[in-house]
């Protein structure tokens, strides 16, 4: 089957995280990324003409379902407790059939000195702590969650500690079960501040 230009791009961003993941960010090869791919140095050029071009198509691709996965919170949540877990999760279960994607996490938290790609990493960060405040701002109001606590600083910790998470586990080998530590860790936080447990949100 004759893959069109499209799915090449695919092809070399999915081959990019992969060797950030073995060799780091600032070690992506050109000559491994056509070597891999078995197109020539040529191609990957033309497709992206800067390195930078590049990792801004990783970062990209890093954050491809963010808002969907957003949205599906919201709509599919019976309260905005449940959209966090259910947010959360939704990464985590992608994760765990893509774990070489979570080395991307040590790449967003650096500063690169190009403006362009650490804007566009702080971007993705502020994007998704953002989604955690509008889900905590919406529980406080329906009284799940206490109003004293500021939103953002509860959306912070939690995304922190599933940071924190992802990144412990692709050091470690991927040597736990990322899914189910990351949501105790996420109720140690949630705890503090959840004022109403019922339903589908107790734990």
Same mark, same amino acid.
Request: hydrophobic share 45%.
């Given at each position: 089957?004759?893959?069109?230009?499209?799915?090449?791009?695919?092809?070399?961003?999915? *081959?990019?995280?992969?060797?950030?993941?073995?060799?780091?960010?600032?070690?992506?090869? *050109?000559?491994?990324?056509? &070597? &891999?791919?078995? +197109?020539?140095?040529?191609? +990957?050029?033309?497709?992206?003409?800067?390195?930078?071009?590049?990792?801004?198509?990783?970062?990209?691709?890093?954050?491809?379902? =963010?808002? =969907?996965?957003?949205?599906?919170?919201?709509?599919?949540?019976?309260?905005?407790? =449940?959209?966090?877990?259910?947010?959360?999760?939704?990464?985590?279960?992608?994760? #765990?059939?893509?774990? *070489?994607? *979570?080395?991307?996490?040590?790449?967003?938290?650096?500063?690169?000195?190009?403006?362009?790609? =650490?804007?566009?990493? &702080?971007? +993705?960060?502020?994007? &998704?702590?953002?989604?955690?405040?509008?889900?905590?701002?919406?529980?406080?109001?329906?009284?799940?969650?206490?109003?004293?606590?500021?939103?953002?600083?509860?959306? #912070?910790?939690?995304?922190?500690?599933?940071?924190?998470?992802? +990144?412990?586990?692709?050091?470690?080998?991927?040597?736990?079960?990322?899914? #189910?530590?990351?949501?105790?860790?996420?109720?140690?936080?949630?705890?503090?501040?959840?004022?109403?447990? #019922?339903?589908?949100?107790?734990?």
């Amino acid at each position: 089957m004759e893959v069109n230009a499209s799915q090449k791009k695919e092809f070399v961003i999915i *081959t990019a995280i992969d060797l950030i993941y073995e060799f780091g960010i600032n070690n992506v090869s *050109t000559k491994e990324l056509s &070597r &891999r791919n078995n +197109i020539s140095e040529s191609m +990957i050029f033309k497709m992206y003409p800067k390195k930078n071009d590049l990792i801004l198509a990783v970062l990209n691709h890093f954050s491809l379902y =963010d808002n =969907d996965m957003f949205l599906t919170a919201k709509e599919k949540s019976e309260n905005s407790v =449940d959209a966090i877990l259910f947010y959360l999760n939704k990464f985590l279960s992608y994760y #765990e059939n893509y774990p *070489t994607i *979570t080395a991307l996490f040590q790449a967003v938290s650096l500063h690169s000195g190009i403006v362009q790609i =650490d804007n566009r990493a &702080r971007e +993705i960060n502020f994007n &998704r702590v953002n989604h955690l405040k509008q889900f905590i701002i919406v529980a406080q109001e329906t009284g799940y969650i206490d109003k004293g606590v500021e939103a953002e600083l509860v959306a #912070e910790a939690l995304y922190s500690v599933f940071v924190g998470m992802c +990144i412990k586990w692709g050091s470690l080998n991927y040597g736990f079960p990322l899914k #189910e530590r990351t949501d105790d860790a996420i109720w140690l936080v949630l705890k503090s501040v959840v004022i109403k447990l #019922e339903g589908s949100v107790e734990k």
